[in-house]
């Protein structure tokens, strides 16, 4: 597609005080516009779109996944770092600030909820039973050092599964336990309208559910004879022998705010802040995207120091860079795109 049409940087792209006190309060603040026209929004939701309904490899990964595509796609990567975005960051984070991940939220109609969950600020991955961690602070305390963007490609309605958050919750850490995949927060059935023939490919691709590997899960079953509630049900019975995060967390009703907003704007959170998002249950697509912004005194993939690199989803990030947005690249051994 031609370029996005990237405004002149505006003075005004920040916060009030009440809004950056009602953020540090809250735990999210928004949304906010960005100035970029619909048609180009909705050119850069069906690019995302395609990536997901076409299962496409990204070329960093060698694999189906929907992280990081704004190192491939300089669309996205404008996208993320309009002032209206790293100017209200760095109102939040300070100076210097890496843009680390981004990732593609596609919501089709009838797709599920995401179950209420938070996020303390490893990226562990331990939402699918990892423990290695892909931020390192200078220090572990209570000042967050990354917060998230999450941009609208469509108009998001109280109906195709807006994103919500119970305010307030930002700095209260929530027990979790390790579940049977299937009962986790962000598990969602991955059969619906798809022939055997797609499952058992998408199988053996690992494109079934993200971040997982299942290549070989159908190794010694027997495709030809199992009919397809057969075959999902084996399936499940795998993703069962795999562990994942679920929060037993109720929000009062009272502190629930539902993120209405239209296509090109955005919200800025910490991922403490309790979120999540109901089902679709409109008959329209609902794409956002998000992306992570850290301090730049952090270590982004700490393992890869030691040579590790495999991060919480699995993906091999031999080839990740972080994009810096803002300011001064603090942390020197961070990969940084030049
Ligand atoms: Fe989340």
């Known amino acids: 597609m031609e370029q996005l049409s990237v405004p002149a940087g505006q003075a005004n792209d920040v916060m009030t005080a009440a809004e950056v006190e009602a953020f540090w309060r809250n735990g999210f603040a928004g949304p906010f516009p960005l100035d970029i026209p619909a048609d180009e929004l909705a050119e850069l939701g069906n690019q995302c779109e395609r990536i997901v309904v076409e299962r496409q490899s990204h070329p960093l990964y060698d694999r189906y996944a929907l992280r990081d595509w704004h190192l491939i796609d300089k669309d996205l990567e404008r996208l993320f770092t309009q002032d209206a975005i790293v100017n209200r960051v760095v109102q939040l984070l300070g100076p210097d600030l890496l843009l680390w991940r981004s990732k593609i939220f596609y919501k089709p109609p009838g797709a599920d909820a995401i179950g209420w969950h938070q996020e303390w600020g490893k990226f562990d991955g331990e939402e699918i039973g990892n423990s290695t961690p ?146 679709n249950n409109s008959d329209r697509r609902r794409m ?51």
């Not at 009962?183 to 998408?202: N, W």
Request: proline residues 7%; contains cysteine; negative net charge.
């Open 134 to 279: 892909s931020l390192q602070p200078p220090v572990f305390g209570e000042d967050i050092w990354d917060l998230t963007i999450w941009v609208a490609l469509d108009d998001v309605t109280p109906e195709n599964g807006p994103l919500q958050f119970a305010a307030g919750t930002n700095r209260t850490k929530v027990p979790w336990s390790k579940v049977p995949m299937t009962q986790s927060a962000f598990y969602e059935e991955p059969f619906e309208g798809l022939t055997k023939e797609q499952i058992v490919a998408r199988t053996r691709n690992s494109e079934l559910v993200l971040d997982i590997d299942t290549a070989d899960w159908l190794d010694g079953f027997d495709v030809d004879t199992a009919s397809l509630p057969e075959l999902t049900d084996h399936l499940r019975r795998r993703f069962d022998q795999l562990s994942a995060k679920f929060t037993e967390f109720e929000p009062d009703p009272d502190t629930v705010a539902t993120m209405e907003m239209p296509r090109g704007s955005f919200v800025i959170f910490s991922e403490r802040t309790m979120h999540g998002s109901p089902a």
């Open 288 to 338: 956002a995207v998000n992306c992570r912004i850290a301090k730049a005194d952090t270590l982004v993939y700490p393992g890869r120091l030691a040579g590790d690199m495999i991060d919480g989803s699995n993906l091999d990030i031999s080839r990740h860079e972080s994009v810096l947005v803002a300011g001064e690249a603090v942390e020197t051994r961070n990969v940084i795109r030049r």
